[in-house]
């Protein structure tokens, strides 16, 4: 049997990093797809598609903040879900939008939605997001 030799390891470490690499460039997009989508994509579902029910899962504090929500929004706090997703079964054969100040808890609330049966989609990188691309929010009108 040949031996190995430090510089056959580091070619063949560097082979497997590389492909691991390429990928996640290929088929990193069509994972995220599954569950997650792109703001600027969310935009132009909610605008052809009037039935995608909107679901906002932060605080009602943050659903009121000058960070404003988008239209149409439920709020249905992520910590509420399991005590309330009975409150969504209307909403069983739609589409669920959900999202959160940055797409780590609606990532979350997606996962619950869907092992209860949910066709739900997370907003990647959230509202956040959403607002940087300059896509319209409903603002509270506060003092």
Avoid at 3 to 14: S, Y
Avoid at 25 to 52: K, N, Q, W
Avoid at 79 to 92: A, W
Avoid at 93 to 122: D, P, Q, W
């Amino acid at each position: 049997m040949e031996e190995q030799t430090p510089h056959t390891w580091r070619t063949l470490v560097f082979s497997l990093v590389t492909l691991v690499l390429l990928l996640l460039i290929v088929f990193g997009p069509l994972m995220r797809s599954r569950h997650s989508i792109l703001p600027r994509e969310a935009y132009e579902l909610l605008r052809r598609d009037t039935a995608t029910v909107v679901l906002d899962v932060r605080t009602a504090e943050e659903f009121h903040s000058s960070t404003g929500r988008l239209e149409r929004s439920l709020l249905m706090p992520l910590q509420d879900i399991p005590k309330r997703i009975g409150e969504l079964s209307p909403y069983k054969e739609r589409t669920i939008l959900v999202y959160c100040r940055s797409g780590v808890r609606s990532r979350n609330a997606v996962t619950l939605l869907e092992k209860s049966g949910f066709k739900a989609i997370n907003l990647e990188g959230g509202i956040l997001e959403w607002s940087n691309q300059g896509l319209p929010v409903v603002a509270e009108n506060r003092k």
